[in-house]
């Protein structure tokens, strides 16, 4: 069964710092991947994918992902994080071929100081 | 394009109680579904329906009911509330060729 790892469930970083959010997943072929980003009280909105071609994808508000296939990763990066960043993250793999069902990690929760 | 809608926003219920939750999309999506939201337990599928006409279960669909009314509409039913199912309710739809999810804003329901 396909599973989604996101380690890190609290990560603070300053405001003009850059990111990192880790995602690793288990699936015996590439997945399609995604990224969705989820603010207070809000629903969540689809950041970035990845099916195929260019290992490096971007997303919108200015957040980028690398797949990785020899790690079994695709980690969540921004440059330079604003306040307005602050939200939960959510890593989510679907099967190849267009399964409906995709998996979700746990989520990992962005705080900005000031 | 409204995208995904859902209503209410905020719902109080008593035990044993009855209500259905009401989610429309206007993308001309194929598959639906309902999740449930809980603080240390991420997104848990209630059930979902893959085209209109069919539903299945997803991992948590006990104490639940659902309808795919037409294309656009997918409503979520609780027969009989219980205080376990405090929680956030999320409507999703997916269509295109990788099938990314669009969400709704979501339900916040408090069975007391």
């Known amino acids: 069964a396909q599973s989604v790892t996101q380690p890190d469930i609290h990560i603070t970083v300053s405001e003009g710092a850059s990111l990192e959010l880790r995602c690793n997943y288990s699936y015996g072929a590439t997945p399609y991947l995604f990224w969705y980003v989820q603010s207070p009280g809000q629903g969540l909105q689809l950041l970035l994918k990845?099916?195929?071609?260019?290992?490096l994808v971007q997303g919108i508000k200015g957040f980028e992902a690398e797949f990785k296939r020899s790690q079994s990763s695709f980690n969540l990066r921004k440059p330079s994080v604003h306040w307005s960043d602050a939200a939960e993250y959510f890593c989510?793999?679907?099967?190849?071929?267009?399964?409906?069902?995709?998996?979700f990690g746990r989520g990992t929760s962005l705080i900005v100081h000031p | 394009n409204a995208g995904v809608t859902q209503t209410p926003k905020f719902q109080v219920l008593k035990t044993g109680q009855s209500m259905t939750l009401q989610c429309a999309q206007d993308m001309n999506h194929n598959s639906m579904y309902w999740y449930r939201q809980d603080p240390g337990m991420g997104l848990r599928l209630i059930y979902y329906s893959a085209s209109e006409g069919t539903t299945d279960k997803g991992e948590v669909p006990n104490g639940y009911n659902v309808s795919r009314l037409n294309k656009r509409e997918f409503s979520l039913r609780l027969e009989s509330a219980a205080p376990s199912q405090t929680s956030v309710y999320f409507c999703?739809?997916?269509?295109?060729?990788?099938?990314?999810?669009?969400f709704g804003p979501g339900t916040r329901l408090t069975v007391t």
């Open positions: 989510a793999v679907g099967p190849p071929g267009g399964s409906y069902i995709p998996t």
């Open positions: 990845y099916f195929s071609g260019d290992t």
């Open positions: 999703a739809s997916s269509g295109g060729p990788v099938h990314e999810q669009y």
